[in-house]
């Protein structure tokens, strides 16, 4: 079960905010029950009953209210300390350190890039557990926001602004996410998923994503190849090792080793793949790929192509 | 009691005052009760037109992955319901109890400028038209209520809609600023001799700081929107970074506004909080000086807050130092209000009328509200939450739970005052338990949906989330009963002007001026204004053995504050 909640922190400094959130609730739990307590308390207490005198009038205290201005001022000293060393703790500065992930959103994907590696994959990031990473985050277009409540702080990917925060998970296991800045019509489908894996499969994983795809063999697939090719799927998204090279659209070099299409508007088998590749604007509305007017059987080569991008 | 000025044989009505009969004494009006009257209602009308946004994006949420409404649809539609609760709702009931009670409470004839006071409503309410006229243009806007840029670019948004929202949001503001001048300068000139500033009614003092608050702030957004206006039509290029401008920009500006906003609407409430509570307990409010001195803190520090909203955004530690420090410290002087109207409550005797259930529920939920933002305050608690289900559950806290709880107090209250009838008690106990029930069974979830990593403005959630699709179906359902609590209200504002009980001047026995006259006052408000002696002026031919100036004198001998 995969709950993309900060309650279940399972990060360093997602485990900080978390406390700083506990101790705040707890606080806040206080507060609530004496206010609420003696409102309802006055409101039983002193309702008006038939024949009751005028009550004494009752213009103030000072000292009273002196006293009750202090105590919240010192509460929310210690909260303003609080904060101030948990964002110390979670938000340490990158000192020119050069990412060891680069993060740019787009309406409405995710692109992550190894600067190192040169990896680069779309919507679903890997990291190897138990490593402080430093990402940075832009964006191509509007403002978003890189939200992995688990395992980092929530960050906004802004255009023409770097912003730099770390990612780290201690457990093996996938982490759920999301844009969390409004960004257009189909901010809805703009998830993040991340797989924190072992060090020894992580680098597996690199190798592979590193990997160029063999030249498809195939019948079906190599039609696939030649639709890709020369309809406009090549104008918008990059394949390694083929002509392909664009950016507008995610990386589909490993297509077929990632969990869901359309940043995450379904799982990525065979059919939906091939469903979504037929008509883009019936699933994600407003998206910017467009409906490109396949032929059927076009399509099922496509389909066919693109599962062998493992 | 006082009632001897009042006619045995006609009943007043607010329907049978010769000066207010037909629809061109209404649209053609200078008189500030008038104005005030059609403020309310075109604040209702917008009210109505929200909740109808709110119950279709409830729908649209109740189960997962919903094909209700299509994404497109969805934006335009919470995009409206923000910008409508917030400029079309909030910013006009606050405005309309204003000009309708200000002149009333400090004794004067009208508000200072009475064509600019006309001026100020029309404009408010040929901004809202214009705003839903685009629905008509092809597409409402749809970049949200604080429409980020470069999102509320052409680049993005290339239909009118964002026009629209421009051209609308810069009349009200035009309109808003009118008022508060007028405000300022009624309470500056035209008070009843003897009443100084420290004898105005607490509803006044917040008005009058609020209407500072306004004339500092909406230029703020004015200037953001014209700005915009000059990108979009004339190819300027503040906002848009691609071109050396700067998305950030907007957020700065829009914030510098649109956080005294939100003391903009919440101070007004304050203000009926202070007058409602003591009449109901029967007792002085508590600690006058700290009440009128919190509020000037708050207007101060509202203006050094604004980057709370942008904690997400990187702009560094020295930043959220300063703006954390300063919005933590706002909550002092909010937070001790509360204590302050409890302890007007305590030891009083308390007539729990529609009205005082709705103010005795705004201190509990504006409480709350108040809490979850001070959480946000807390900067890596923001950073986890911000742009979450929980912020939404706050600001309706705030604003629902607070201010719009706090307002519904003060139409039960002075509704009498202003037609002559009294709202009915008994549909008016429906109203609350029902609104109760629905508003914190449709919010409080919320907070949870935050928690369990719901972002905010999307227009589905995926299924296979756990818990989110229950906590969502629990605030849909609760949603249909706030609506159904809310219908009770309108229909109850009708009927109540046909049928409800005749009000005397003074139903309440309140003691601020408003009350000093017939019910609902004539349109030149007094025969005879009475020299203002202290802050009660109706309590001692309320109470001739308990006369005000020997109570002040004992307070006074007794060395605690005023
Ligand atoms: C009666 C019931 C109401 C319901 C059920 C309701 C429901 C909602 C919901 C679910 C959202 C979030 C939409 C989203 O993020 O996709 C929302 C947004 C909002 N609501 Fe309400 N609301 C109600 C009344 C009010 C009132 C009275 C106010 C203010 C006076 C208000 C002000 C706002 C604002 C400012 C937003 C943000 C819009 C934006 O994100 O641009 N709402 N409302
Ligand atoms: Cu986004």
Known sequence: ?310 | MNQMSQAQAVPRSIRTIPEYRGLLSWVSSVDHKQIGIMYLLGALLFLLLGLVEATLIRIQLAVPENTFLSPDSYSQIFTMHGTTMIFLVGMPLMLGLSVYFVPLMIGARDMAFPRLNAFGFWIFLFGGFLLYFSFMSGSAPLAGWFAYAPLNEKAYLFNSGQDYWVIALLLTGAGSIATAINVIVTVFTLRAPGMNFRRLPLFVWMTTINSFLILFALPALNTALVMLFADRQLDALFFVSAKGGSALLWQHYFWFFGHPEVYILILPVFGIISEVIPVFARKPIYGYGFLAGSTVAIAFLSFAVWAHHMFATGLGFPVYYVFAGASMLIAVPTGIKIFNWIATMWGGSIRFTTSMLFATAFLIQFTIGGLSGVAFAAVPIDWQLTDSYFVVAHFHYVLLGGMLFGIISGIYYWYPKMTGHFLSEKLGRAHFWLMIIGFNGTFFVMHLMGLFGMPRRVFTYPADIPYLAPMNMLSSCSAAVLMLSLLIFFANLIVSLYRGEQASDNPWEGWTLEWATSSPPPPHNFDKVPYIRNRRPLWDQLHPDLPEARLEAEHEAGGASR
């Open chain 1, 1 to 310: 079960m995969n709950i993309p909640s900060p309650l279940i922190p399972a990060s360093l400094q997602a485990r900080d905010i978390n406390f700083l959130f506990q101790i705040v609730l707890i606080i806040s739990a206080i507060i609530l029950l004496v206010v609420a307590g003696l409102v309802l308390y006055s409101a039983v207490r002193f309702r008006r009953r038939p024949g009751d005198p005028v009550p004494t009038q009752d213009f103030g205290n000072t000292k009273l209210e002196i006293t009750w201005t202090v105590i919240p001022l010192l509460i929310v000293t210690v909260m303003f300390f609080l904060s101030v060393r948990t964002m110390h703790a979670v938000d340490p500065p990158p000192l020119n350190r050069p990412p060891d992930i680069q993060v740019v959103a787009h309406q409405w994907w995710w692109e992550f890039s190894y600067p190192e590696s040169g990896v680069i994959t779309a919507n679903e990031l890997h990291i190897p557990i138990d490593k402080n990473l430093l990402f940075s985050v832009t964006s191509a277009d509007v403002v978003h926001d890189f939200w992995v409540p688990q395992l980092a702080r929530k960050i906004d990917a802004i255009p023409a602004r770097k912003n730099f925060a770390w990612i780290a998970a201690d457990q093996p296991g996938l982490y759920l996410g999301t844009c969390a800045e409004y960004c257009g019509v189909e901010h809805a489908w703009m998830r993040i998923r991340v797989v924190a894996q072992t060090p020894e499969e992580f680098s597996q994983w690199q190798k592979k994503q590193l990997a160029i795809p063999a030249k498809p063999t195939e019948p079906l697939a190599v039609k696939g190849y030649n639709v890709f090719m020369s309809r406009p799927c090549s104008s918008c998204h990059r394949i390694a090792g083929t002509p392909a090279d664009k950016d507008i659209g995610p990386d589909l070099t490993h297509i077929g080793s990632r969990q869901t299409l359309a940043a995450g508007v379904f799982d990525n088998s065979p059919g939906n793949l091939e469903a979504w590749i037929a008509d883009p604007q019936k699933f994600k509305p407003g998206c910017h790929m467009p409906d490109l007017q396949l032929e059927p059987a076009e399509l099922t080569a496509l389909t066919a192509y693109l599962e062998e991008l493992q």
